[in-house]
C-alpha cells in the first residue's frame, strides 16, 4: 500500500472534502469526527478548537488514526470512490482557528469569515503522518 497521497487525492481533499475522523476510546472503541482537513502529500492537518475535545483526548493517549474521504464521483462498477489514509497524529501546536478559518473558504464558500474572532482563541493543528493509504478510483493513480 502507498504512504503518500497522490495529487489527484490532494488536490480533491483540499477543495472541501469533509473527513471521518476515527480514533480510539480509552475503552478500545472507535470514535468517529467529521472535520475540516488539509491534506499534503505526506500528512494532513486538521484544525481543532479545544484540547477537551473527545478526539484530541483519543489521540494524545493512542496516536493511531484513519481517516476517510468519499470524492462523489461513481466508477466503472458503479462503487463510490473512496481513499482511507491510516496514520499517527500529534497535536502540532496552536493555529487550529487560523486554519479552519482558511478551510472554511473551501467548505462553506469563499466570503465565510468563520471564527475571524480572535475572542474564539488559537485552537490546535493536529498533524496527521501518513502511513498507509488505499481506496478506489482514479484519484488514487
Not at 480510539?24 to 479545544?50: F, K, Q, Y
Not at 473527545?54 to 461513481?74: E, K
Not at 496552536?94 to 488559537?122: M, V
Request: glycine fraction near 12%; aromatic fraction near 6%.
Amino acid at each position: 500500500m502507498p504512504t503518500t497521497l497522490p495529487a489527484k487525492a490532494v488536490d480533491a481533499i483540499n477543495g472541501g472534502l469533509l473527513a471521518h475522523l476515527v480514533t480510539t476510546n480509552a475503552d478500545g472503541s472507535p470514535h468517529v469526527r467529521c472535520v475540516w482537513t488539509h491534506a499534503e502529500a505526506d500528512a494532513l492537518t486538521i484544525g481543532s478548537m479545544g484540547l477537551d475535545k473527545r478526539y484530541v483526548r483519543n489521540l494524545q493517549r493512542d496516536p493511531r488514526v484513519a481517516v476517510s474521504y468519499q470524492s462523489g464521483r461513481i466508477d466503472d462498477y458503479g462503487l463510490a470512490e473512496y481513499v482511507v489514509v491510516e496514520g499517527n497524529a500529534v497535536v502540532a501546536g496552536p493555529g487550529g482557528r487560523e486554519l479552519l478559518n482558511r478551510l472554511a473558504k473551501s467548505y462553506i464558500g469563499p466570503d465565510s469569515d468563520f471564527l475571524s474572532d480572535p475572542a474564539a482563541g488559537d485552537g490546535e493543528l493536529i498533524r496527521v503522518t501518513i502511513t498507509k493509504v488505499s481506496g478506489i478510483g482514479d484519484w488514487l493513480n
